[in-house]
């Protein structure tokens, strides 16, 4: 192959490495999403998703969502006519009450079957749940199991069940209630925790037990009302902070968080704010409960869903699962998945998923290990270095200091995607090196570098001078690369490297 075409066909590989991962990066576009609704609904996954994770792919997180009381039901004849009115505005889940402790288990079948049936028509999910106090925990567990086995006339059921948790959080009450529900409706059954905010002032709250409930449920769905009998709340400020402790109270990370709104009586502007902390809390999806009907500014407000969320927040959390339960991604290390992820663990993160699945150098099975690559944030920046994964070019002698101060400083998406697009231009590089180099370059260098005249520092590539791009050229909307947007690219790199 002569030079011209190599690099041509280089260029072109590079554009495309760069595209391909860019489209499923979580940018909040209903354009061209890594899963889309369709292939959620029927629950196609990519074939590099973890089978663990299978039951979590037809919940509520692609497109918003709204609430219903068992008092709002719509006639059985104006079914299709309401299911209309709210796909038109966007809204792709609608959750509506079943049952309290002190009804039927259906207070109304026949207005419910028909929901269920127009709901599938225009592609909306259902989501059953129920008020429940558990004063009797096995009679409310049936409840809800009678509606999550529930028939409509065509044959068809809810998407998912929401037991209602608010007036008994009683460990025990809680546990039993969940266990009895969710060894009933069996593992592939999506289940969502509604709880009050860990924010909200009722006595009852502190006793929330948030990791029996990251134990049992699918998604934990904290209800942030910031309009409280005690005082009014900033709408960001509440939202941003519930999410934040959920993730935190769960001991749990990587826990599916949907978020429910206030919309009792609320604006455009303190809707605005709501969805504007979910993007930066990254919460996986969101909803608004209205007081009984939801308002047209509010059913506008819903339908500009996708300029908050990305279209693929499911798939991203998928991504985030896989990294952490391989070791790959340290949940303790990591905090919060919002957080931004610095270039030296985006290094260390994208050669350990490399190592895992055998893509740098082929170790024999008896070299294998099932322990990630023990390497460290300036040991993975040289041995990218090494493969000319990270740019060479006019590179200056540092210090160790203003390289590790470099290395712990906010990755930027553009940043992230070109250090994949060279990863897949210099794929070869990485096949060649031997297990041993690896190990080697995988530990920080240690001691005085000395420049030497073939341009490299002790053997290794010189380190760059290290100077800053404009964030605006970094990154769409000035934002750093957080721990989902990592994880996700990490995966998607092992797909364009195999």
Request: proline share 6%; hydrophobic share 40%; net charge positive.
């Amino acid at each position: 192959m002569s030079g011209l075409m190599a690099n041509s066909l280089a260029s072109k590989v590079k554009t495309l490495a760069v595209t391909a991962v860019f489209s499923g990066l979580s940018v909040a576009s209903s354009v061209a999403p890594a899963l889309s609704q369709e292939s959620v609904a029927v629950g196609r996954v990519p074939a590099h998703s973890s089978r663990h994770f299978s039951r979590h792919l037809t919940g509520p997180a692609d497109g918003a969502g709204l609430w219903v009381n068992m008092w709002n039901y719509p006639l059985v004849e104006n079914a299709d006519a309401y299911c209309k009115k709210l796909h038109s505005h966007g809204i792709r889940n609608i959750f509506i009450q079943t049952s309290r402790s002190n009804t039927a288990a259906l207070c109304e079948p026949a207005r419910l079957s028909a929901l269920i049936d127009s709901a599938h028509h225009y592609k909306i999910r259902v989501i059953a749940w129920g008020y429940h106090e558990l004063a009797n925990p096995s009679a409310d567990a049936d409840k809800m199991i009678a509606a999550a086995k529930f028939t409509s006339e065509r044959g068809e059921h809810v998407d998912a069940i929401a037991p209602n948790l608010e007036k008994n959080l009683d460990a025990k009450a809680v546990e039993a209630y969940l266990k009895r529900i969710r060894e009933a409706v069996g593992p592939t059954m999506p289940l969502m925790a509604v709880v009050y905010s860990p924010l909200n002032r009722a006595p009852q709250v502190a006793k929330t037990p948030w990791p029996l409930l990251a134990r049992y449920t699918d998604i934990i769905a904290p209800m942030a009302y910031w309009n409280s009998k005690w005082q009014k709340y900033s709408a960001y400020d509440y939202t941003l902070a519930t999410v934040r402790m959920v993730r935190q109270l769960s001991g749990k990370p990587d826990v599916e968080v949907h978020v429910i709104g206030d919309g009792m009586g609320t604006k455009s502007e303190s809707i605005h704010d709501f969805m504007r902390a979910c993007k930066a809390a990254e919460a996986t999806s969101a909803s608004l409960y209205p007081n009984h009907q939801p308002t047209d500014e509010q059913l506008v407000c819903l339908s500009k869903y996708f300029e908050y969320f990305p279209v693929n927040s499911r798939y991203r959390l998928f991504a985030l699962r896989e990294l952490t339960g391989s070791g790959v991604i340290e949940p303790l290390a990591m905090g919060d998945p919002a957080a931004a992820i610095s270039r030296g663990d985006f290094y260390v993160l994208i050669l350990r998923q490399l190592d895992r699945h055998n893509v740098l150098a082929k170790r024999s099975p008896f070299e294998r290990t099932s322990l990630p690559l023990d390497v460290t944030k300036v040991g993975a920046y040289k041995l990218l270095s090494r493969v000319k994964a990270v740019d060479s070019k006019g590179l200056e002698l540092a210090s160790e200091e203003a390289l590790n101060e470099y290395l712990r400083r906010p990755m930027w998406p553009r940043e992230a995607l070109e250090v994949v697009a060279r990863l897949v231009e210099v794929q070869s590089n990485l096949k060649r090196l031997p297990p041993n180099i690896i190990e080697h370059y995988a530990r920080a260098y240690r001691g005085t570098a000395t420049a030497r005249k073939d341009g490299e520092v002790n053997g290794w590539l010189g380190q760059p001078a290290f100077a800053e791009r404009p964030a605006s050229a970094n990154a769409p909307g000035s934002r750093p690369l957080s721990y989902l947007d990592a994880a996700q690219i990490a995966l998607d790199t092992v797909s364009g490297l195999k």
